[in-house]
């Protein structure tokens, strides 16, 4: 998805002119957005603090600003200056964080982001962005273009099949209908469960409905959804994300589900492990297994409600 | 301004300083105090009608309001809702509802970050004025400062001056107790690269030479370091670290406002 940001970053500052900050990242990805910036793409050095806040800053004199670097540096280590300089004021600054989830995998867990969108979601103003395919970036990036205000971009890998359909961009999608039971999920990590879902039906027959959600505060719930939520309570709701459960979509859901007072009698959450003691680390793929997020995990759940 | 309007101005100034305080029960007045003559000369004489002020130090929010109310920015009835509930005026700056507030400062190391923000965008607009931020010298123990100094020498930031209220107290000691290796300031300045000159705080003759320079160009970055006194003026306050916490009771301030040289 870096590279599908940098094609189309350099599509929106064609249309309409904006500062790009980088906390010294993006090599071999960047470069061509630096050569069409100019001037207004400004490495900032290894100094994330500053740069957020001084993104707030040229954001108050009226010029957008994007800041970029891996997510952990872009949303946890200038957490206040988000919260203080961007938030509280309300300013066009626009976060891309790079490698959401267990993304950066065996780089470890200082490169991990797996508490961000919950952290960044609990501040006033904020929206954040979670692409689910390569596709999304585009319409992604030009509506944070198009709203004025704070948001915030997790960037992870497309990891859909070739052979998927994928709907266009919407902050809720519908890529499968199913009886058997509901399954919401977060970012990329659809493409594991979209791989389960398609290994349960071969081998055990049964359907699922796969939404993808790649927005919060999470939208109101789809009325087909909802609708399936509230008249059968007894199907399975299931939401997998690869962030922690505290401030993930899973809570946000079923708070919105509470307010609708539907209560899905069989509902699991399928969400990051964090890091067990004594397991050691590795790959992303190595951490899904770990919390249970893979595509084999998910089947072996999916077969067994079938 | 000559130099007795802005001693009659900041007499005045620092009398509504002083009756806010009172009135709102609120601390933080040594470190008003030592920051006054600066910010308030800023604020009538030095700066334009394009130019921003920063406080970076937001705990000195009451010299920034008497400054703006000493210039008409503030009206006497905004003055006194200070702290109270549904006011803009906290103890520390809310910004963006008054022009002369742009931010909400009082966590150390964000103003400056913000400032040189502030001088980037305006450059890259082509737009002019000249930002002035005020920090203190215990939030220079802040990284972020630097990150910032950094920063904003790397980016030629010309149109940014730096001012530092350096009263040497800070939260809870001096700073060559709790940061003896950032002393002396000045030479951290010039070790970034910045053009500096050290001044007296409470020197109007000092401080109108100093602001009255005109602003950096060619990509000179300028910090004032304003050798100061935590509650400069009132004598029982006078280099003492726990006026940057006590609120007055009704006999220190009668001698407060005696010192100052109005009617108790």
Same mark, same amino acid.
Do not use: C
């Given at each position: 998805m870096r590279n599908a940001l940098c094609d189309t970053l350099i599509s929106l500052y064609k249309q309409n002119r904006f500062l790009f900050m980088t906390g010294d990242l993006g090599f071999m990805a960047l470069e061509p957005l630096r050569a069409i910036m100019g001037g207004d793409f400004v490495n900032a050095g290894v100094a994330e603090q500053n740069m957020v806040s001084a993104a707030a800053g040229v954001a108050h004199t009226g010029l957008q600003t994007w800041v970029y670097s891996i997510a952990p540096f872009a949303y946890a280590r200038p957490f206040e200056q988000i919260r203080n300089d961007v938030c509280l004021h309300d300013l066009d600054v626009k976060i891309v964080g790079n490698?959401?989830? *267990?993304? *950066?995998? *065996?780089?470890?867990a200082t490169h991990h982001a797996i508490e961000d969108y919950g952290v960044m979601a609990a501040l006033q103003n904020m929206i954040c962005h979670i692409p =689910?395919? =390569?596709?999304d970036v585009l319409p992604i990036a030009r509506r944070m273009q198009q709203t004025p205000g704070p948001a915030y971009l997790r960037l992870g890998r497309h990891e859909m099949p070739v052979e998927a359909v994928l709907p266009d961009y919407a902050p809720w999608r519908e890529l499968l209908s199913g009886e058997s039971g509901n399954i919401v999920v977060v970012g990329p990590v659809v493409g594991q469960v979209y791989q389960a879902v398609q290994s349960v039906m071969a081998k055990k027959g049964g359907s699922f409905g796969l939404w993808v959600l790649t927005e919060l505060p999470v939208p109101e719930i789809p009325q087909g959804l909802r609708e399936s939520i509230v008249q059968h309570p007894e199907k399975p709701l299931i939401i997998v994300e690869e962030?922690? =459960?505290?401030?993930g979509v899973g809570m946000a859901i079923c708070h919105l589900l509470a307010k609708l007072g =539907?209560?899905?009698?069989n509902f699991r959450h399928l969400h990051a492990a964090g890091y067990l003691k004594g397991s050691g680390y590795g790959t992303q793929q190595f951490h899904r297994k770990q919390s249970g997020i893979d595509a084999e995990s998910v089947e072996l759940l999916l077969g067994g409600l079938v | 301004m000559n130099h007795d309007t802005f001693l009659t101005t900041l007499r005045r100034t620092k009398l509504r300083l002083l009756k806010m305080h009172k009135q709102a029960n609120a601390g933080h007045i040594g470190g008003n105090l030592s920051a006054l003559d600066a910010v308030l000369l800023l604020h009538v004489?030095?700066? $334009?009608?394009?130019d921003y002020f920063v406080l970076s130090k937001g705990h000195s929010a009451g010299a920034l309001y008497a400054s703006l109310w000493a210039t008409g920015k503030l009206s006497e009835e905004q003055l006194l809702t200070?702290?109270?509930? $549904?006011?803009?005026?906290a103890a520390h700056p809310s910004g963006g509802w008054h022009p002369g507030i742009p931010f909400s400062t009082g966590s150390l190391g964000h103003g400056i970050s913000l400032a040189s923000g502030v001088a980037l965008g305006w450059k890259l607009l082509r737009k002019p004025g000249h930002v002035y931020c005020l920090m203190s010298d215990g939030e220079l123990q802040e990284g972020s400062c630097w990150e910032a100094f950094t920063f904003a020498k790397q980016h030629g930031l010309d149109n940014l001056t730096v001012l530092v209220d350096h009263n040497g107290l800070q939260g809870f000691g001096r700073v060559e107790e709790v940061a003896a290796p950032m002393l002396p300031l000045s030479q951290k300045f010039v070790a970034f690269g910045w053009e500096v000159t050290t001044v007296d705080g409470h020197s109007y003759a000092d401080l109108h030479a100093a602001l009255v320079t005109p602003a950096g160009e060619g990509g000179r970055t300028r910090a004032i370091i304003l050798k100061t006194v935590k509650g400069h003026g009132v004598s029982f306050m006078e280099d003492k670290m726990e006026w940057h916490y006590l609120p007055m009771n009704d006999e220190q301030y009668e001698q407060a406002v005696r010192e100052v040289g109005g009617a108790s």
């Open positions: 490698g959401g989830g *267990y993304a *950066y995998g *065996y780089m470890g =689910a395919f =390569a596709g962030h922690v =459960a505290h401030g =539907a209560s899905p009698r | 004489e030095t700066m $334009g009608p394009s200070y702290t109270r509930d $549904g006011s803009f005026l």
